[in-house]
């Protein structure tokens, strides 16, 4: 048997965190960075201080969908978050390149501690945090989970990715290292047709709920996938989205 090593930072001595919430899936484009951005706008909405921590190092899609081009500064062995324009306060690898669209050449071990560095050298002032974890179940995700107290995780899957085994790992592994899972989102269920309005299931219905049974979690969430939505992502205007399908989320995290 595996044993889930501890290795628990603190986080920076000025910052002030409230919950943590990890965002994950089983593998990438699925909408985990979608979801998460929804999650800390509604947070917001709500009234709450929030920050998203993007893990996600080798694809960082989370300052181009809130639309912020600008570096994060540094401080005596500190850094500060950029601020949206909603006042999300957002950490990410894009922030410290010289050029957002450079690659990420580095190995897992480095990728780990950048993430590491995300949470025990940067000033939060956040009642909710959400970490934009790396797809999957590699090594970076393993040293989020060793080394950020997560207060719970929300998975984020595909209707195809519901049947095959990634979601197992996912749960698994949140299970061995002892983190709480708040429930499961299903993304990309339907299209709306715009004519009659009625959704289509693409990829077959009631996949989600045989899913969340099976691994005995709360189906949270199904959004659809909705050209308005990824119009606004692309445009780096996430914060006006609009659309309920995540509330079952907010409400799970508020009650938490
Ligand atoms: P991941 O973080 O899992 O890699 P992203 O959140 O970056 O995936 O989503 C991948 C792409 O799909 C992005 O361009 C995003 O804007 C788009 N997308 C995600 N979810 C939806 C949705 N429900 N409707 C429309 N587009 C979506």
């Known amino acids: 048997r595996q044993e889930p090593q501890s290795l628990l930072k603190q986080p920076h001595a000025q910052s002030r965190i409230g919950k943590v919430y990890g965002v ?8 985990k960075s979608m979801v998460t951005s929804q999650l800390a706008v509604t947070m917001r909405r709500k009234g709450f201080r929030v920050g998203i921590l993007d893990a996600d190092v080798t694809g960082p899609s989370i300052p181009k969908v809130f639309g912020v081009h600008e570096r994060a500064r540094g401080g005596d062995n500190c850094l500060y978050p950029v601020e949206s324009s909603t006042g999300i306060q957002l950490m990410s690898v894009n922030l410290l390149l010289e050029h957002e669209t450079d690659p990420v050449l580095w190995r897992g071990p480095v990728i780990g501690s950048v993430v590491t560095q995300f949470w025990t050298d940067v000033i939060w002032d956040v009642d909710y945090l959400f970490v934009d974890m790396p797809p999957g179940t590699g090594d970076v995700s393993l040293s989020v989970f060793q080394s950020i107290p997560l207060d719970g995780i929300v998975i984020v899957a595909s209707p195809q990715e519901l049947v095959s085994m990634v979601v197992e790992k996912a749960v698994r592994m949140a299970e061995m290292m002892e983190v709480p899972i ?9 299209v709306t047709c715009p004519d009659c309005g009625k959704p289509i299931y693409l990829f077959g219905e009631g996949k989600s ?6 691994h005995n979690l709360s ?11 990824a119009a606004l992502a692309d445009a780096g205007k996430i914060e006006e989205f609009s659309g309920n399908w995540l509330d079952g989320v ?3 995290l508020e009650s938490n």
Do not use: C, F, Q
């Open 219 to 229: 189906l949270l969430g199904r959004m659809p996938i909705d050209p308005a939505l």
């Open 182 to 190: 708040v429930g499961l989102v299903e993304n990309m269920s339907y």
């Open 24 to 31: 994950v899936s089983g593998k990438g484009g699925v909408g």
């Open 209 to 214: 709920e045989l899913a969340a049974a099976r």
């Open 250 to 252: 907010t409400t799970a």
